[in-house]
């Protein structure tokens, strides 16, 4: 068996090991996380005309954050996991009996974890701020536009602040038997139209027709301002009422850089602005160190699994493992609320997160070192 160079047999072992839970737990946090977002986006692709392509696209805004959420903790799992199997199955004494050191073992699982650390560098510094704004874009236009449903008798749609009920539709789509038209204005005013017996005009799909309706009652009340109690209203008859039921909304989302997460890494170091929406220094700053603590953090993890698997009695129990998860898990979660300190201006980022993050790494450095200076953890050389 070799052993000569970092990258030896028994080093990709422990690569091997670390790295199938790593994988399993990566696609299942992504799982969990787009079931989640799922749930939360049912509502709004329901009533479009393509609900399966709406789903898709909005899943894929956010699985960049989402997988940069899941390389931390799958990284975390797979190390911690990987080392308790080598270490209950005596795997790690045979390696330490034929001559391998620690170094020698951990160098690709180092090597892997720096190839992780760059990718959340292009993840975190890029296409997470990128993709948090775009999917704010994404339900913004769906909102904007009309939003159909229909089982072929009935049809729904939702345009702005107008809202259309169209109440059995012939077979042929050409006919309906009640129309209910639902519109607010920005003077506390509402209008409600009830018509019967209308008809769709126009070629294609539902969302390019008109609706037109002979015969109406038209409501219209007038609401003081933020009360639910009517000032005034009346009724009037109509012989005729009649509009698409798509219209083209022109207004657009609000510029990108609103919110200090919008901001890439490029844009926080240089302060570019051209493009961008105002944002405090305080909180571009405080946003800038949180992501940079995020990475130097990624490198900590080699160091946080062994340090808590590993033990002279070299059987680590589930409460281990529970323990470095918890400190993971933990840690990575105190970040994102120290930061909101440092946002509000209430204590500087170096206090809230290098200071913490600088004591974390000294004492799980100085416990690697004991562990791994151990006799029993030494090599048989």
């Given at each position: 068996?070799?052993?000569?160079?970092?990258?030896?047999?028994?080093?990709?072992?422990?690569?091997?090991?670390?790295?199938?839970?790593?994988?399993?737990?990566?696609?299942?946090?992504?799982?969990?996380?787009?079931?989640?977002?799922?749930?939360?986006?049912?509502?709004?692709?329901?009533?479009?005309?393509?609900?399966?392509?709406?789903?898709?696209?909005?899943?894929?805004?956010?699985?960049?954050?989402?997988?940069?959420?899941?390389?931390?903790?799958?990284?975390?799992?797979?190390?911690?996991?990987?080392?308790?199997?080598?270490?209950?199955?005596?795997?790690?004494?045979?390696?330490?009996?034929?001559?391998?050191?620690?170094?020698?073992?951990?160098?690709?699982?180092?090597?892997?974890?720096?190839?992780?650390?760059?990718?959340?560098?292009?993840?975190?510094?890029?296409?997470?701020?990128?993709?948090?704004?775009?999917?704010?874009?994404?339900?913004?236009?769906?909102?904007?536009?009309?939003?159909?449903?229909?089982?072929?008798?009935?049809?729904?749609?939702?345009?702005?602040?107008?809202?259309?009920?169209?109440?059995?539709?012939?077979?042929?789509?050409?006919?309906?038997?009640?129309?209910?038209?639902?519109?607010?204005?920005?003077?506390?005013?509402?209008?409600?139209?009830?018509?019967?017996?209308?008809?769709?005009?126009?070629?294609?799909?539902?969302?390019?027709?008109?609706?037109?309706?002979?015969?109406?009652?038209?409501?219209?009340?007038?609401?003081?301002?933020?009360?639910?109690?009517?000032?005034?209203?009346?009724?009037?008859?109509?012989?005729?009422?009649?509009?698409?039921?798509?219209?083209?909304?022109?207004?657009?989302?609000?510029?990108?850089?609103?919110?200090?997460?919008?901001?890439?890494?490029?844009?926080?170091?240089?302060?570019?602005?051209?493009?961008?929406?105002?944002?405090?220094?305080?909180?571009?700053?405080?946003?800038?160190?949180?992501?940079?603590?995020?990475?130097?953090?990624?490198?900590?993890?080699?160091?946080?699994?062994?340090?808590?698997?590993?033990?002279?009695?070299?059987?680590?129990?589930?409460?281990?493992?529970?323990?470095?998860?918890?400190?993971?898990?933990?840690?990575?979660?105190?970040?994102?609320?120290?930061?909101?300190?440092?946002?509000?201006?209430?204590?500087?980022?170096?206090?809230?997160?290098?200071?913490?993050?600088?004591?974390?790494?000294?004492?799980?450095?100085?416990?690697?070192?004991?562990?791994?200076?151990?006799?029993?953890?030494?090599?048989?050389r």
């Open positions: 068996m070799s052993k000569s160079g970092s990258f030896s047999i028994g080093s990709f072992y422990v690569l091997r090991a670390t790295f199938a839970p790593m994988r399993n737990t990566f696609l299942y946090v992504i799982l969990i996380l787009e079931i989640v977002r799922l749930k939360l986006v049912w509502n709004l692709a329901v009533h479009q005309p393509d609900p399966v392509i709406t789903i898709m696209k909005y899943l894929g805004q956010w699985l960049p954050f989402y997988v940069g959420m899941a390389l931390q903790i799958s990284l975390a799992v797979g190390l911690m996991f990987g080392l308790a199997k080598i270490i209950r199955s005596r795997e790690l004494d045979a390696f330490h009996a034929l001559g391998f050191s620690w170094l020698q073992l951990l160098t690709p699982v180092f090597t892997l974890t720096t190839l992780i650390m760059v990718l959340e560098l292009l993840i975190v510094g890029w296409l997470q701020p990128l993709a948090l704004y775009y999917s704010k874009v994404f339900v913004h236009d769906i909102e904007q536009s009309s939003a159909l449903m229909t089982d072929g008798r009935d049809l729904f749609t939702v345009d702005g602040d107008r809202t259309i009920l169209l109440d059995k539709i012939s077979r042929d789509g050409k006919l309906f038997s009640r129309v209910f038209i639902y519109q607010t204005y920005p003077d506390d005013k509402s209008v409600t139209t009830a018509g019967s017996d209308g008809k769709l005009v126009g070629a294609g799909d539902l969302s390019n027709q008109s609706y037109v309706v002979n015969s109406v009652d038209v409501m219209e009340v007038l609401y003081q301002h933020s009360s639910p109690i009517p000032k005034s209203y009346s009724v009037t008859r109509s012989y005729k009422v009649q509009g698409p039921l798509k219209e083209v909304n022109n207004h657009m989302f609000r510029p990108r850089g609103a919110s200090e997460y919008e901001w890439t890494l490029k844009e926080l170091i240089s302060n570019d602005s051209g493009l961008l929406a105002s944002v405090g220094a305080i909180q571009k700053n405080a946003e800038f160190n949180y992501r940079l603590a995020q990475l130097f953090f990624i490198l900590l993890l080699p160091f946080i699994a062994l340090v808590v698997i590993v033990e002279p009695q070299r059987n680590p129990g589930p409460l281990r493992f529970l323990v470095g998860l918890l400190i993971v898990l933990g840690f990575n979660q105190y970040l994102s609320m120290a930061t909101s300190f440092s946002r509000g201006n209430i204590l500087p980022p170096y206090l809230t997160l290098w200071l913490p993050l600088g004591a974390l790494a000294s004492i799980v450095l100085v416990q690697f070192w004991r562990k791994t200076s151990l006799p029993a953890f030494q090599t048989a």
